[in-house]
């Protein structure tokens, strides 16, 4: 991997992915922030050597490079998942690209659903904890301890200070912004009732199918990483109606102007 790491970087360096400070993930129906960048640098995944290449039809497949509050960024637009088929490596292997490009934060978006009761569709979550349920670890491969510790401590795998800053941004600005556990399945079909009423109990408060991995590989490295989820439905197992992929997108593009203001002020403040 170290020598397609090397390969992948030394190209995207020589098309101009010069020091970026700041990396964001963004998730299903999250792409609308690149318009509010000042664009320097734009290449789609299949054109970056071993790189995957995003197969879900929503998710945009770009890197991108440019300025955002004052400070350099390099951004995925569209993620990728295990359910199209990739390995954890795989679906992490941007985010040691972006951390050997030079980047100091992580800033993760994602598509939910609310498990919590309290919650409710289209408004935000900050992530403070995870429970993977994606069946394996982006660190279980021959040679990790090349990369970084093997044994990672996730005691506080969500960076407090990154998380302190969304949480005062919101209040200033009006935005309603939970706390809670994300539930990283595997997908792509959704849960069922009596699953819904399972993530419940072992206490996950959303549920999705992504950002869990990139979280591990980020504490791997050492990188301060925080992540919001739009929660884009509502799962109560005693109410629950058929999920229309449409809508959640939907869901996600009216939320998406709160992420926006919640990533480019935070962005300002790093």
Do not use: W
């Amino acid at each position: 991997m170290k020598e397609e790491l090397n390969k992948t970087v030394e190209f995207l360096k020589e098309k101009g992915f010069d020091q970026p400070q700041i990396g964001i993930i963004l998730g299903t129906g999250l792409g609308k922030l690149v318009d509010h960048i000042n664009v320097e640098k734009e290449i789609s995944y299949n054109h970056i050597p071993h790189f995957p290449t995003a197969t879900v039809e929503f998710h945009q497949g770009k890197f991108i490079y440019g300025e955002l509050g004052g400070k350099k960024v390099v951004v995925m637009q569209g993620r990728f998942h295990v359910y199209e088929g990739y390995s954890l490596q795989d679906v992490t292997y941007p985010v040691r690209i972006m951390h050997q490009l030079g980047i100091q934060n992580l800033l993760v978006s994602n598509a939910a659903g609310a498990i919590n009761k309290t919650y409710k569709k289209g408004e935000l979550m900050l992530l403070n904890d995870h429970i993977n349920l994606q069946g394996g670890s982006p660190l279980a491969f021959k040679g990790v301890s090349k990369f970084g510790e093997r044994f990672v401590d996730m005691l506080a795998p969500y960076d407090q200070e990154l998380s302190h800053k969304f949480k005062n941004i919101a209040a200033n600005e009006g935005i309603i912004l939970h706390e809670g556990v994300y539930a990283s399945v595997v997908g792509p079909q959704l849960e069922t009732r009596a699953e819904y009423r399972y993530l419940g109990i072992i206490g996950a408060d959303a549920v999705g199918m992504s950002t869990v991995p990139e979280i591990i590989v980020a504490n791997h490295l050492k990188l301060p990483v925080a992540a919001i989820s739009v929660l884009t439905d509502e799962c109560d197992p005693d109410n629950l109606q058929p999920v229309d992929v449409e809508e959640i997108i939907k869901v996600a593009n009216q939320a998406e102007p709160k992420l926006v203001k919640l990533f480019t002020e935070i962005i300002k403040t790093l």
